[in-house]
């Protein structure tokens, strides 16, 4: 997405930039700013991945931080630490939204935006955002 694309509305299900007139399709409340069949190389390569790996990785990743004390203690030890104060928060691979229910603890979560290389892992992250009915 282009620098100066920084007033961005929804205007008749695309993500359109007032600013440069560029256009984004939204499908499935996901905008796409690249489809999968344009993706090169290793990046096509872990999409894929990770389309079939979000079958599992809510569940594998509880399993991983056990030895750790836990997923709340690794995750809560990492988003003390943000200075969230009501802003904007971009999750650069959000994955199926692990973190989402961690960020919404505090009172501080303002705007917040996803992004996956993978469409398997925004499906299963906006399948939790419906379920909770957060405004994501």
């Not at 943000?82 to 973190?99: C, F, K, T």
């Not at 993978?118 to 955002?129: K, Y």
């Amino acid at each position: 997405m282009p620098g100066e694309c920084n007033d961005l509305i929804v205007d008749d299900g695309n993500l359109v930039c007032s600013h440069c007139a560029h256009s984004y399709p939204i499908k499935k409340g996901i905008v796409y700013f690249i489809y999968p069949q344009e993706l090169k190389g290793i990046n096509r390569h872990f999409a894929r991945t990770y389309d079939w790996y979000s079958h599992v990785y809510t569940l594998l990743t509880k399993l991983a931080f056990l030895p750790f004390g836990g997923e709340y203690k690794a995750r809560m030890e990492i988003l003390d630490r943000l200075e969230l104060n009501n802003g904007r928060i971009l999750e650069v691979s959000i994955g199926p939204g692990v973190n989402l229910p961690y960020l919404f603890m505090s009172q501080n979560a303002g705007e917040v935006f996803g992004l996956d290389i993978s469409l398997g892992q925004l499906a299963r992250c906006n399948n939790l955002i419906a379920r909770k009915n957060w405004s994501i």
